[in-house]
């Protein structure tokens, strides 16, 4: 569901072909404490152009083996990156394009609130495709530390607010895997800044959509943090508040109400003046077009995935088909689907393993 759900949701991706249940048990340890439990055994066919990873190299480079080094890179260039030659201009240009592409994957995973929880070398692939759907996670309130990980609950190392800046130490981590190929290793160092430059446009560019702002002025950054913080005052649904400015018709914090936890905590003034600021920044007239194809109405958030779970475990597929329709098209409106899938976490699903934490055995 979620990789689908990320396809359709324009966010470079595997895909999964197949998922098929073999009518066995599997012991897993979700949150890895012992309480070991049996649970319906299936298998996910997953399909992407190849399944190699920024870590591919690195393992190679730590143990000092060049020649298997030279053998992948040789491999990986002929097979998925033709256009780029076996020599020096050419490693240089394949890692542009592997910063390039990370960038621009990351970026997505930002703008619809993705967090994917386990970002090691590894688990990243060399396409710039999310891979590796384990304890990932949608944010429900914009808490920019908020990780699905339980195993990660200690560092925060993969926290939503982190990850472009892991996507940074990973792939300076290739370049270094990389760099027994490359004589002039400054050149590595500028494919990071390349990297980062790539991040930085296609945020702005985010921020534009998100908005619906004609451009990125350099003034715009001020209005961009402004939001940020007040995002983050209080409980705010951060999937809902997107949507519902873009169809707002007056700069008031009244029309965004469903968008908080808890309405009689809204720092009105605050947000007033924001809005305000905001309106008078798109001439009393945002993009709303672009705004509603940027910030969709639907996403999997981890309460629908563990419905469908529940559901499933009793042989009743019915929810995971429903939610497979509805997120094909989460840009779209889909009225019929709105009462039961357009809301905020329930309550119930605040605390509950599967929904607000998650394990690589989840």
């Known amino acids: 569901l979620c990789s689908e759900a990320m396809f359709h949701l324009g966010v470079p991706t595997t895909r999964a072909l197949s998922l098929v249940t073999t009518g066995e048990q599997v012991m897993r340890d979700m949150l890895y404490n012992g309480n070991k439990q049996l649970e319906p055994g299936a298998v996910v066919c997953r399909v992407a152009p190849s399944f190699i990873r920024l870590g591919s190299f690195q393992i190679h480079a730590m143990m000092g083996d060049k020649e298997t080094l030279e053998a992948i890179v040789e491999h990986t260039l002929k ?19 592997v910063a390039k592409t990370t960038a ?13 929880g386990v970002m090691n070398t590894d688990n990243m692939s060399i396409h710039g495709l999310t891979i590796d759907y384990g304890p990932y996670g949608w944010l429900e309130d914009y808490n920019p530390g908020w990780t699905p990980n339980t195993t990660d609950a200690g560092r925060k190392r993969y926290r939503y607010g982190a990850q ?42 985010i921020w534009v959509d998100k908005l619906g702002l004609s451009s990125f002025r350099e003034s715009d950054s001020e209005l961009i943090t402004e939001l940020n913080e007040l995002l983050q005052k209080v409980e705010t649904d951060m999937t809902i508040f997107f949507r519902e400015l873009g169809s707002i018709q007056e700069p008031n914090i009244e029309e965004l109400k469903f ?75 889909q009225l019929v689907f709105e009462s039961n899938w357009y809301h905020k976490r329930p309550e119930w699903a605040r605390h509950r393993v599967g929904c607000s934490m998650l394990s690589c055995s989840s």
């Not at 892991?166 to 190929?181: D, Q, T, V």
């Open 104 to 116: 621009e994957m990351i970026a997505h995973w930002m703008r619809v609130g993705f967090v994917h």
């Open 164 to 205: 472009p800046q892991i996507g940074a130490w990973n792939l300076a981590r290739f370049l270094e895997a990389i760099s027994p190929l490359v004589e002039n290793t400054d050149r590595l160092t500028e494919v990071l800044e390349f990297y980062i430059s790539n991040y930085e446009d296609s945020m702005n560019q």
């Open 259 to 333: 968008a908080f936890y808890d309405e009689s905590s809204i720092p009105s003034e605050e947000w007033n003046a924001w809005l305000a600021k905001w309106w008078k920044r798109v001439d009393s007239n945002p993009d709303r077009e672009k705004m509603m194809k940027t910030n969709p109405k639907y996403v999997l958030r981890n309460w629908m995935a563990q419905l469908a779970i529940d559901a499933a475990e009793n042989e009743d597929y019915s929810v995971c088909e429903e939610l497979h329709k509805l997120l094909k098209a989460p840009y779209d409106e």
């Open 79 to 97: 097979h998925h990156f033709p256009d780029c030659s076996f020599d020096e201009d050419g490693i240089i240009e394949w890692a542009r394009i």
